[in-house]
């Protein structure tokens, strides 16, 4: 009997995407109450620590990645949680408070990146900015994930490993099909292993 | 690594990665004032929050007094001042939406600092356009005509929406003055007659967002909000699908008034002119029933139900939700994919009823494709088996076919698969060209720093071939082109143009900078598969593979027939049978629904064995699920201490006990004896194991 490797034999078939959707593997859970966004909007500054505790350091890797600028991506965590805060009240429960958070940080990113294309061409990410790292495999994976996956990759792969979306939720707030984002996703993990395996990861 | 591995690690990486911003830097923002809090989208304009309300006040006195009244209000009797602001900064935003939406933001000197095109016929509009510093009259009337070269005001009577973001009433009405003068002088100058709806509006974050969001210019963001404010019946994001003419239409069948929307001004009869330029669509559809329209996510609902099909409703994902307007009713064109096929549908916008003609016939083109026509309406048509006829010739074709192939596929139809194929939306791409040749038709267009083309087939949409060819592509290197290259690996490889199946073309350079291209094929049969690199400059062959696809190996006829007759289920009584091959791992993939439960078995490729069956019930409640089958499968093998190749056939259900607890039942044989995994669906914990010897006394396996 022939080989069948388990993790390969899913790309093609229906049924995978199907399981896909529903079994996404989370490797980060950050849970989110939803309720924390009423309790914000009657000004309970707890509530919006705990949601600042909770997703403060996703929104602002989400951030990076598109805007690939520390200074950049850091005002773009601070424009999100001011909105959040200015707009709690106007937040209808549906059960997806991430994907409202991350809606926002992504239209706030995608300003700041035009607003920074018009001044300067976005270039390599500055090795800088991430030698803070201490472990060398992390610094090697994150320098992997910014310079090796297309922009598009990169959202999927943060929104999926460190927020803990599943790919309908991403599929929602990129606006993209959510085959493409099962498939890119699929691509960017095996593009990052490729990369790991190359430098001994 | 594995990938849960490499997500694993991964995770304590961007973990790790934590921002300089604490806490206590958000809440001192946020005690400043609003203003100080630096602004990410129109930086030129201080956004303040406010409850927005819509602004309902007279503007049309621009029109009567002209451009020249304009002028006077604006620089007085003495005429403009003779030195114009050296300080470029924008002053009023308006946006123009008809179809094509775009975006000037202008200076004090009514000049252009900026135009923004919010979608793609707005882009189209805008290119060759240079508009920069034109004087904000001049700009509108280049817009203008070249919407009308272009086809976007083409009818008797147009309806456009001028919105102005501005503070200051008076300036607003001064602008919209000189915009609605700019547009009356091109409409009259080509015989057209047109309906400005004029509006103004404050620059406010949730118009903003809500535009952003939806990929809308704030105009008719500020358009759509104020209507939902209106009828909260009306979903906003829904509408944000339609035109404005469209809009505009809803609004006259919910009985909204028109003057808490726009700019308003009895006298100048705005609502006798927006209902003469939707005369003949909207008083026909108001006339026939007098009801509303239906919404698009109703129109979504209708298709999904005319399926009768739960399991490709589910899987549906749409591409086209679109308000057209067909021999004066008002219809919704809908398009959407799911498990293969793209599927069409026209349904009356009014009373829901399909427009394609009752009944199910099937049409199989000469190529194999299978298009049918579906019992209650609309098209179905496999987008994912590659096409199985080609072009004839390895001469790129020049002679430009000027109409569409009759039953063949539109050009937008094209551009949409293109998209689609490659998985990116429309605004994603930058360039888009359509092209229809002879044999095939070329979407051409830039994504990330690399050219795409795609070369489809004019009847169907299948692809013929993708070339890919990256921007920094040393071209002046090159000296043989794709058709050659093309050529060139196809008489390597022994084969005629039209027994070779998709073709994939990729330019680059390697290490050694070396100009070569990548040609990929399958033959017709899907027998083989090719790879060939031939060198940019001499048309040398760098590397050649080529490899069996299914060496030997059972039809996909012959898969199906092993596993209806092993379920002992009739073909016939099975729904959305599929069949995949899978040539790396020699195996076929045959699914399908049957009595409320998806079967999906995995068949050897060469010796038809089954090799694993999954079970699944469709009502089962997949969302409770961590773990997949497998990851299941995964759990029990390493828990049997059994590898995956030396196990035989595998089974695996999914179900739920009397506690609503969810599980994945794994099931092999292995060494003569069989093993039963019930395994937690969340957790993935071992529930319950059954080793038991087959057919003989042996000693249990220790686990």
Known sequence: MPSVPVNEVKGASNMWMLLQIVSDPTPVKRPVDEGWIGRIAEGDMDAFRMLYDAVSGSVYAFAYSLVRNRHDAEDVLQETFLRIHAYAAAYRPQGKPLAWIFTIARHLAQDKRRERTRIQPLEVFPSDDIRQIEHAEHRILLHALLNGLSEEDRQIVVLHTAVGMKHREIAEVMNLPLNTVLSRHHRALKRLKAIAKEENV | MTSRECQRRLAGALNEWQPSVSFDDIVQALQQPRDTVPLLSFPDHRRTVRRWIPVAVAVCLMLMIGVGGALLHRYGASGPAPVEPVVDSVSTVVDIDVNPGIELSINASDRIVTAHAVNDDGQSVLKGLDLKQQPLPTAVQMIFQSMITRGYVADADNLILVTVQNADQ???????????????????????????????????????????????????????????????????????????????????????????????????GLWNRIIGALSNEVAQAETTLGVSLLTPEKAKQLALKGLHNDWIAENALFVRVELVWEKGAPVYRLEFVSLGYLYEYAIDAIDGEFQNPDGSTTTTEPNGTIRSTLAGGGTRTDIDTPPTKATTTTTAPTTTMPTAVEGGISDEKAKSIALFRLGIKEQDATGILVNRLEQY????????????????????????????????????????????????????????????????????????????????????????????????????????????????????????????????????????VSVGRHPQEQELSVSFTYKNQLYCVYVHGETGKVMKSVYLPLDIALHQYRIDEWEAQE???????VPVEECDERTIMYGADMNGTVYIEVIFATNGYSYYYRIHGEDGSVLTTTIAPMGGNHDAPSL
């Open chain 2, 441 to 576: 038709i070329s979407v051409r267009f830039f994504y990330e720093k690399a050219l795409y083309a795609f070369h489809l087939d004019p009847s169907n949409g299948k692809s013929i071939r993708t070339i890919f060819l990256p921007e920094d592509t040393p071209v002046e290197k090159y000296n043989i082109d794709e058709w050659d290259a093309l050529e060139i690996a196809l008489t390597q490889a022994g084969l005629q143009m039209d027994e070779c199946g998709e073709q994939t073309i990729m330019y680059g350079v390697d290490k050694n900078q070396t100009p070569y291209i990548d040609v990929t094929f399958v033959d017709r049969s899907y027998s083989y598969s090719y790879y060939y690199r031939i060198n940019g400059k001499d048309g040398s062959i760098i590397t050649t593979t080529s490899a069996p696809l299914v060496p030997d190996g059972i039809s996909e006829e012959q898969a199906k027939s092993i596993v209806f007759t092993r379920e002992d289920i009739p073909e016939q009584d099975a729904h959305n």
């Open chain 2, 635 to 641: 759990i029990a093998l390493a828990h049997a201490g």
């Open chain 2, 170 to 268: 008076v300036e607003a009405d001064r602008i919209h003055g000189i915009i609605n003068g700019g547009v009356d002088t091109v409409m009259s100058e080509h015989n057209l007659s047109v309906s400005v709806t004029n509006q103004t509006v404050e620059a406010f974050d949730a118009v903003t967002q809500f535009a952003q969001e939806y990929g809308i210019s704030n105009g008719k963001a500020a358009f759509i909000l104020s209507m939902a404010e209106q009828q909260p019946t009306l979903e906003a994001a829904a509408l944000a699908e339609f035109s404005f003419a469209a809009l505009a239409a809803i609004a006259q069948h919910q009985d909204i008034p028109l003057s808490e929307l726009v700019d308003y001004d009895a006298e100048d």
